[in-house]
Nanobody, 115 residues
Framework: QVQLVESGGGLVQPGGSLRLSCAAS????????MSWYRQAPGKERELVAY????????TYVDSVKGRFTISRDNAKNTVYLQMNSLKPEDTAVYYC????????WGQGTQVTVSS
C-alpha cells in the first residue's frame, strides 16, 4: 500500500536550518508530482512547495521563497524540503503529499522554530 513517511523535523533556533525527508513506497514514485504542506496550530493546512515528476518544475508559497528548496531523488523514492533562515512563523507540522486524483498524506513531522 501507499506509504509516505516524513522525518527530519525538530526544534531549531531562528535563522537555523532543517532538511525534511519524505520516503515513499507502494507506488511508482517517479510518476507522481509531490508537495509539502504545513499546518500551524489553529490554522488551515497550506501548500508550501510543489515539485513535478522529474523535478524540473517547482513552486513555492510566497512566504518561503528564497529560503526553502524542494527536491527529489527518484532513485531513492524520496522528496526533500531544505529549510534555511527559519523563522518562528515557520513552526508547524509539515506533511508530504502525493499529488493525483487520490490523495495520500504522510503522518507529519513537527518543526518548531524558537529561541
Amino acid at each position: 500500500q501507499v506509504q509516505l513517511v516524513e522525518s527530519g523535523g525538530g526544534l531549531v533556533q531562528p535563522g537555523g536550518s532543517l532538511r525534511l525527508s519524505c520516503a515513499a513506497s507502494g507506488f511508482t514514485f517517479s510518476s507522481y508530482a509531490m508537495s509539502w504542506y504545513r499546518q500551524a496550530p489553529g490554522k488551515e493546512r497550506e501548500l508550501v512547495a510543489y515539485i513535478s515528476t522529474a523535478g524540473g518544475r517547482t513552486t513555492y508559497v510566497d512566504s518561503v521563497k528564497g529560503r526553502f528548496t524542494i527536491s527529489r531523488d527518484n532513485a531513492k523514492n524520496t522528496v526533500y524540503l531544505q529549510m534555511n533562515s527559519l523563522k518562528p512563523e515557520d513552526t508547524a507540522v509539515y506533511y508530504c503529499r502525493r499529488n493525483g486524483h487520490i490523495d495520500y498524506w504522510g503522518q507529519g513531522t513537527q518543526v518548531t522554530v524558537s529561541s
